[in-house]
T-cell receptor
Framework: KNEVEQSPQNLTAQEGEFITINCSYSVGISALHWLQQHPGGGIVSLFM???GKKKHGRLIATINIQEKHSSLHITASHPRDSAVYICAVGGGSRLTFGEGTQLTVNP | DTAVSQTPKYLVTQMGNDKSIKCEQN?????MYWYKQDSKKFLKIMFS???????INETVPNRFSPKSPDKAHLNLHINSLELGDSAVYFC?????????????FGSGTRLTVV
């Protein structure tokens, strides 16, 4: 079992829908990161969280340290949001990654 | 301006060859990393350097050797390439060690060994 589990693995949505991607982890962490990987392959850091909630544009990330769970929400989804979303947890000096969620938003 | 730049973007080579991937960051970060992404898109840490000092050395074949001439550069040299080395390799940097800092990733190098 991976230390970091994401769900769902694949998600297809219609433009405008509210999207939630979940991340659960089984180890103690100092921070949790959400990353986005576009079809072209580049990886962009979206959020780094150690508690509570962060918002950037249509993206919202939350973390519950006690439950060892984080969610990434996308409001008013758009086809350009289509990408792989990766959760990574940080402990010590290294990140451990989930397997990613492939999101496809259809027009 | 590119923050973390990797070269080359694509690399196709034959088994047994030796190749290098270069990485440079202009963010003034102290810490740099090499990650390997397999065919299932799963990322794994390979190496990390902080101010030219090796701080993470995961269990990778010793055919892989990182070199950091200064804190802005981290290169990856691979000897005697094998088919299983085919993957996408990402360089990244962060302001310091520890995972409470934001990471900046390069655009990746897709290595194909034939």
């Amino acid at each position: 079992k991976n230390e970091v589990e994401q769900s769902p693995q694949n998600l297809t949505a219609q433009e405008g829908e509210f999207i939630t991607i979940n991340c659960s982890y089984s180890v103690g962490i100092s921070a949790l990161h959400w990353l986005q990987q576009h079809p072209g392959g580049g990886i962009v850091s979206l959020f780094m969280l150690s508690s509570g909630k962060k918002k950037h544009g249509r993206l919202i990330a939350t973390i519950n340290i006690q439950e060892k769970h984080s969610s990434l929400h996308i409001t008013a989804s758009h086809p350009r949001d289509s990408a792989v979303y990766i959760c990574a947890v940080g402990g010590g000096s290294r990140l451990t990654f989930g397997e990613g969620t492939q999101l496809t938003v259809n027009p | 301006d590119t923050a973390v730049s990797q070269t080359p973007k694509y690399l196709v080579t034959q088994m047994g060859n030796d190749k290098s991937i270069k990485c440079e960051q202009n963010l003034g970060h102290d810490t740099m990393y090499w990650y390997k992404q397999d065919s299932k898109k799963f990322l794994k840490i390979m190496f990390s350097y902080n101010n030219k000092e090796l701080i993470i050395n995961e269990t990778v074949p010793n055919r892989f050797s990182p070199k950091s001439p200064d804190k802005a550069h981290l290169n990856l040299h691979i000897n005697s390439l094998e088919l299983g080395d085919s993957a996408v390799y990402f360089c990244a940097s962060s302001p310091s060690t520890g995972t409470t800092y934001g990471y900046t990733f390069g655009s990746g190098t897709r290595l194909t060994v034939v």
